[in-house]
């Protein structure tokens, strides 16, 4: 199952629009500490997100207890950054691979980068752009991530296949 990692995020309206991409994906969403926003079931109930139930949320202190908790992470993980010397279209996702992305304002930490320099991976922009927002990133890499490990467990066609004149 892919794995969505937000380190640090500030804004909930990415958080959720996020949270919506692994609900209808089937990818569990790691947050790391520490959040900008509240996620108590009765924050997620007054801002309606009702495909909440529908996603595997886990919670960490920070980079360092995710990686106590879940070591398996460092084994097939990729980090998104604007800094990154290559593109996404090199990496060679699985169905099982951690996607990490940093805090809107600031990115993922450098020490975190320089750990994982030859996993760090950017999408192509114009010169000038400073870089997309954080939700369309996630969705990106996130189908991207699937469509090589052949969209596991998603439905391929939706109800007009079955409509034929």
């Known amino acids: 199952m892919l794995n969505i990692v937000l380190v640090e995020p500030e804004i909930p309206q990415n958080c959720g629009n ?10 569990r969403l790691h947050l790391v500490r520490p959040l ?32 106590r908790r879940r070591p398996e992470a460092a ?3 990729w980090l998104a950054t604007t800094k990154a010397p290559r593109s996404y279209d090199e990496a060679r996702f699985t169905a099982d691979s951690w996607l990490f992305f940093g ?5 993922l ?11 760090c991976i950017r999408l192509p922009m114009v010169d000038g752009a ?3 927002n954080l939700s369309n990133s996630a969705a990106i ?9 052949g969209f596991p467990g998603l439905a391929g066609t939706g109800e007009m296949a079955a409509e034929r004149p």
């Open 36 to 67: 900008g926003f509240d996620i108590s079931d009765r924050a997620v109930k007054r801002a309606g997100l009702d495909y909440w139930h529908l996603v595997e949320v886990f919670d960490y202190g920070d980079l360092e207890d995710l990686f």
């Open 18 to 27: 996020i949270a919506r991409t692994c609900a209808a994906t089937g990818s």
């Open 130 to 132: 400073r870089s997309l």
């Open 103 to 107: 805090k809107e304002t600031a990115g």
């Open 75 to 77: 084994e097939d993980l």
């Open 141 to 149: 890499l996130t189908y991207e991530a699937l469509r090589q490990a």
């Open 109 to 119: 930490p450098q020490a975190f980068r320089e750990r994982f320099r030859d996993r």
